[in-house]
Antibody, heavy 114, light 112 residues
């Protein structure tokens, strides 16, 4: 059974950093592109980042480019999202997802507030 | 960026009724590899998104066959043939042909 389990969320002050993790199991992690998608409270879905199988290629929308970094450790079947210079508008539930979009984690809440 | 316009924003249906949701793209979603990376998701209250349809018209694993997808280019439709109570939630279309990937604004399905 495919499982994606996010962790690392919480309350953080504006301008600070936070790192999210996603533990994957039930499939060969290194064979798949992976992504982060977020959802602000009561809002729609927004793609945040994608990483290639080896980690050599990463993709971001302009809203997070230069502040967020997606990475992976294939040996640990883990996906990460390093979030720097956080803003109040980054407040959201962050989902880890496998490309193909069939599998999503349960989400982890990030609140950026002073 | 590709804008996906979903209509209607709210849909009220009775059990057994057939309904359709439209997703129109600001540019063609046909990729140079011949695929059209258009997906449909259902997000039930308090849950993660669930993929219903991939590549316009392919039914996801375990998804009831009352769901169907159609369309091409810039116009796409999700149809539910006989709404059931468990279908309530918010439906999103998503395109992954052009970076940045984008989602429609969602259609909330309410059961009368």
């Amino acid at each position: 059974e495919v499982q994606l389990v996010e962790s690392g969320g919480g309350l953080v002050q504006p301008g600070r950093s936070l790192k999210l993790s996603c533990a994957a199991s039930g499939f060969t992690f290194s064979n798949y592109y992976m992504a982060w998608v977020r959802q602000a409270p009561k809002k729609g879905l927004e793609w945040v980042a994608t990483i290639s199988t080896s980690g050599s290629r990463t993709y971001y929308p302009d809203s997070v480019k230069g502040r967020f970094t997606i990475s992976r450790d294939n040996a640990k079947s883990s996906l990460y999202l390093q979030m720097n210079s956080l803003k109040s508008e980054d407040t959201a539930t962050y989902y880890c997802a496998r490309h193909g979009w069939e599998y999503w984690g349960q989400g982890v809440m990030v609140t950026v507030s002073s | 960026d590709v804008v996906l316009t979903q209509t209607p924003s709210i849909l009220s249906a009775t059990i057994g009724q057939s309904v359709s949701i439209s997703c129109r793209s600001s540019q063609s979603l046909l990729d140079s590899d011949g695929n059209t990376y258009l997906y449909w998701f259902l997000q039930r209250p308090g849950q993660s998104p669930q993929r219903l349809i991939y590549l316009v018209s392919n039914l996801g694993s375990g998804v009831p066959n009352r769901f169907s997808g159609s369309g091409s280019g810039t116009d796409f439709t999700l149809k539910i043939s006989g709404v059931e109570a468990e279908d309530l939630g918010v439906y999103y279309c998503m395109q992954a042909t052009h970076a940045p990937f984008t989602f429609g604004s969602g259609t909330k399905l309410e059961i009368k």
